[in-house]
């Protein structure tokens, strides 16, 4: 049962225009998510949070959207640049809970020049 | 400023065989995680220690052993070592409750 999902495995960008990566989950008790960008051969690394009691977070290129009725969040990144190629996974937490992260599978973003 | 220092980087073993995997953090975190990651599968958490002197086990616990050894290290340990436990294990640390986690660059880990 996998609780956080990201549909599309692979997307292509051409570089200045928008890179939208989707991530659902189906545990409404989930109240706080993350983006983390990964390249070869490194770990993770945080790139953006969002608070189910906010909407949209916004940080310089990278802005979040979540939609709790929907229960669907959605990073955008714009302009993409070729340094944006990398996977992007989603994550989710009951943040008054635990400390437990859920993650998606990623989504690997290219960005063409 | 190193973050989060995995050791090795790789390791093949033979099937049987034990191995403790190291991680150590210089953020002065209170929570530590060790995670699995698998092709085209996210991060699954193995353990977990919220602060020093506990632990807690995650979504994959069974064949691992964990040790918080103090604030900063917290290692995991294969006590015998089997091929579904190839994958690559990432380390991370966070302040605490509902903070985002820092990886460190993880163990490629291949059991014969």
């Known amino acids: 049962d996998q609780q956080v999902k990201q549909n599309s495995p692979s997307l292509s960008v051409q570089e200045g225009r928008i890179s939208i990566l989707n991530c659902d989950y189906t545990?409404?008790?989930?109240?706080?998510f993350l983006w983390y960008k990964k390249y070869p051969a490194e770990g993770p690394t945080f790139l953006i949070s969002i608070s189910s009691i906010k909407d949209k977070n916004e940080d310089g290129r990278f802005t979040v959207f979540l939609n709790k009725s929907a229960k669907h969040l959605s990073l955008h990144i714009v302009p993409s640049q070729p340094g944006d190629s990398a996977v992007y996974f989603c994550?989710?937490?009951?943040?008054?809970?635990?400390?437990?992260?859920?993650f998606g599978t990623g989504t690997r973003l290219k960005v063409l020049a | 400023n190193a973050g989060v220092t995995q050791t090795p980087k790789f390791q093949v073993l033979k099937t049987g065989q034990s191995m403790t995997l190291q991680c150590a953090q210089d953020m002065n975190h209170n929570s530590m995680y060790w995670y699995r990651q698998d092709p085209g599968m996210g991060l699954r958490l193995i353990y977990y220690s919220a602060s020093e002197g506990t632990t807690d086990k995650g979504e994959v616990p069974n064949g691992y052993n964990v040790s918080r050894l103090n604030k900063r290290e917290f290692s995991l340990r294969l006590e015998s070592a089997a091929p579904s436990q190839t994958s690559v294990y990432f380390c991370a640390s966070a302040t605490g409750l509902g903070q985002p986690q820092h990886f460190g660059d993880g163990t490629r880990l291949s059991i014969l």
């Open positions: 994550a989710a937490s009951v943040a008054s809970g635990t400390y437990k992260y859920i």
């Open positions: 545990n409404s008790m989930f109240d706080y």
